[in-house]
């Protein structure tokens, strides 16, 4: 996803958001990114990114009166084809290719579309009936998974062997604020997906996916 592409979607749905603001009071969420409670973000596009995604919730904030604003990690699924790490990484090893990898990037944090779904479910049923005084809600994975056993399972799954190559970049790890452990989770709701246990499923939908690519070029 081109950065231009993320800041454009940014500013579409604030605008959008503008509209809807003042012609209905029926509770709003607004959809935040973990990056958005990161302390140390040098990529001045994820940076830029950040914070166009923090004016528009003061806006939301400063005009509605029953709203919550989330803070979504990664997601994953059978028709998410995106170019991301996750896909990227499965990508590699099925086609035996090489691929460069931050080391910066020690673990990730996926959830399932349908984990995503329910999570925002409970939030709206929550602000609609009135029974909760969080304005902020985390929605992530309860366990962050290590690369290294998700490479690891991977290639017993595919049987092949991964060819990373770690980049000597200068990132470092990310830094959440103080406040970020204290955001609550959407109440009633527990992940019912696990990224290792779909990734049989997963590898499945890549190989296809890969194959059907194939066969239109």
């Known amino acids: 996803v081109e950065l231009s592409q993320l800041l ?38 994820l940076f830029a990114y950040a914070t166009i ?18 803070r979504q990690f990664e997601s994953y699924g059978e028709f998410d084809h995106r170019n991301r790490i996750l896909n990227r990484l499965i990508d590699s090893i099925i086609l035996q290719k090489e691929l460069e990898v931050s080391n910066s990037i020690i673990s990730l944090n996926y959830l399932h579309v349908n984990d995503i779904c329910a999570a925002y479910y409970h939030i709206f049923n929550s602000l609609n009936s009135s ?29 092949n062997r991964a060819k990373l190559i770690y980049s000597k970049s200068k990132e470092e790890n990310f830094t959440f604020g103080k406040t970020f452990n204290k955001i609550d989770r959407p109440k009633e709701w527990t992940p019912s997906h696990n990224l290792l246990s779909d990734l049989n499923e997963l590898i499945s939908n890549r190989y296809l996916m890969l194959n059907n690519r194939k066969k239109s070029t």
Do not use: W
């Open 131 to 159: 029974q909760t005084d969080s304005r902020k809600f985390i929605i992530s994975s309860h366990q962050e998974i290590k690369v290294t056993d998700l490479v690891s399972e991977t290639e017993k799954v595919t049987g």
């Open 53 to 70: 995604k923090n004016l528009g919730e003061k806006f939301v904030e400063s005009t509605c009166i029953n709203y919550a604003v989330t």
């Open 8 to 45: 454009e979607a940014s500013v579409n749905l604030t605008r959008q958001l503008c509209n809807l603001v003042l012609s209905t009071k029926t509770p709003m969420i607004v959809s935040g990114s973990y990056l958005q409670e990161v302390t140390n973000l040098t990529n001045s596009d």
